[in-house]
């Protein structure tokens, strides 16, 4: 506290030399004027004076014979003046408190936590119906008619809260997440599985439901596998009834699956002619200005480059400015040599094969042929596959 009203005052540091240096800070003692930071070298003395001080060493100098020079200047009221000297800066500075001052009443961010059910989209939707949205004055908005409204609009939230921290509006919600009962249905409904492609059965594993088909069985095309009425019989070996229970069962079905893919003879490529354009722009929210221009070539390719300035995203302002780069091409028309097309091919086979080892299927052999057929090269692929089946249906009564 004692170094800042030093530097509110201003002090200065001197050197002193001459007949009696150590009588010129005897009688600066008597006077009552401070001197510290002390520092003798040989006959000469440095030391610190504050600026009052200093205008009453004349009579003190006169008659100790001794000589005083500036060395350094400190303080407020040395800083002051060079500071008035430079406008531009002193305007800016100016500007920048103003500007905050100003950018501080309103709210530049909108932040939701909590929410699982309710989208983003949907969340700020509902804000924009209620006039809270990005640029509102902080006076404007009720925080506590805010939290009503929430739990009005969205039953499934049971707490809702909002606070304003600096520039940031940060809304924090709760939903419901009770398991939602639904009543059981009353009529139970039998189901059974059927074959979805036509094939050799492989291997079956029943858990309920009664099979139709063994392993090494042929079937069809829909035909039932297992089926999902279970027969009850009477003491002389009728049927009295039926149970309707849900199949369920591993069946694991042989059959021959294909897959075709073409390529055409030529494609069209992007080559860049290396000319390219940049335009900049200013982004604040929504709304972008930009410096009007025309179409800056026939065919290009756009990139865009954003950035946010640090006081600006400090301060959660939504300002930016960004390069908008046009690079110019051309459409080339090239051939496909026949070893390229191979490798597009059987991309897109490899592509395929691995869609059906995710869902289970077991690739037993392959065929796969690559040839021209008319303006394209044609591929064609015949696999054995083993594959889990059993799509499930309701049982007609």
């Known amino acids: 506290m004692i170094e800042f009203f030093k530097y509110m005052k201003g002090y200065l540091r001197i050197r002193v030399s001459g007949f009696s240096p150590e009588r010129f800070m005897n009688l600066c003692s008597n006077k009552g004027i401070l001197l510290w930071d ?21 009579p003190i100098v006169k008659k100790t014979g001794t000589r005083v020079a500036i060395l350094e200047r400190y303080g407020l009221p040395f800083f002051w003046p060079r500071l008035l000297a430079r406008k531009v800066f002193v305007a800016g500075l100016v500007l920048a408190v103003a500007f905050w001052l100003w950018s501080s009443l309103y709210v530049w ?14 969340f700020f939707t509902f804000l924009e119906q209620n006039q809270v949205s990005i640029g ?40 419901n997440d009770a398991p939602i009962i639904t009543e059981a249905p009353r009529d139970k409904v039998g ?45 002389d070996g009728t049927v009295k009834e039926y149970h309707l229970v849900e ?7 042989e059959h021959v699956r294909y897959f075709t893919a073409r390529l055409p003879l030529d494609h069209v490529e992007k080559e860049y002619t290396g000319r390219q354009k940049q335009q900049h722009y200013l982004r604040t929210g929504s709304k972008e200005w930009r410096l009007p221009g025309e179409r800056p070539f026939l065919i290009y390719d756009t990139v ?30 090239y051939f496909y040599t026949t070893s390229e097309a191979e490798e597009e091919l ?35 692929g015949e696999f054995l596959v083993q594959e889990p089946v059993g799509t499930g249906t309701a049982v007609e009564p």
């Open 247 to 253: 199949a369920d069962a591993d069946i694991v079905l």
């Open 38 to 58: 002390i520092v003798r070298d040989k006959e000469v003395y440095s030391m610190c004076i504050s600026l009052s001080g200093f205008r009453s060493l004349r």
């Open 346 to 380: 059987k991309e897109k086979c490899r592509i395929f094969l691995v869609s059906l080892e995710e869902k289970g299927v077991q690739i037993m052999k392959k065929n796969v042929k690559i040839e021209i057929d008319g303006a394209s090269f044609l591929l064609t």
């Open 191 to 235: 189901v059974d599985l059927l074959a979805a492609y036509q094939g050799t059965v492989v291997s079956i594993l029943v858990r309920s439901g009664v099979p139709r088909v063994a392993a090494g069985d042929v079937v069809e095309s829909g035909a039932v596998l297992v089926e999902g009425r279970v027969p009850i019989y009477a003491e």
């Open 304 to 333: 865009i480059k954003e950035s946010r300035p640090l006081l600006f995203e400090k301060l959660s302002i939504p300002v930016y400015w960004g390069t908008i780069t046009y690079r110019e091409y051309r459409n080339v028309e």
């Open 136 to 175: 509102i004055q902080k006076d404007s908005l009720d925080i506590e008619e805010l939290e009503k409204q929430i739990r009005r609009a969205f039953p499934q939230v049971t707490w809702a809260s909002a606070r304003l921290v600096g520039t940031r509006l940060l809304i924090s919600i709760k939903e």
């Open 109 to 122: 961010d909108i932040q939701l936590e909590g929410n699982y059910q309710i989208t983003q989209d949907m």
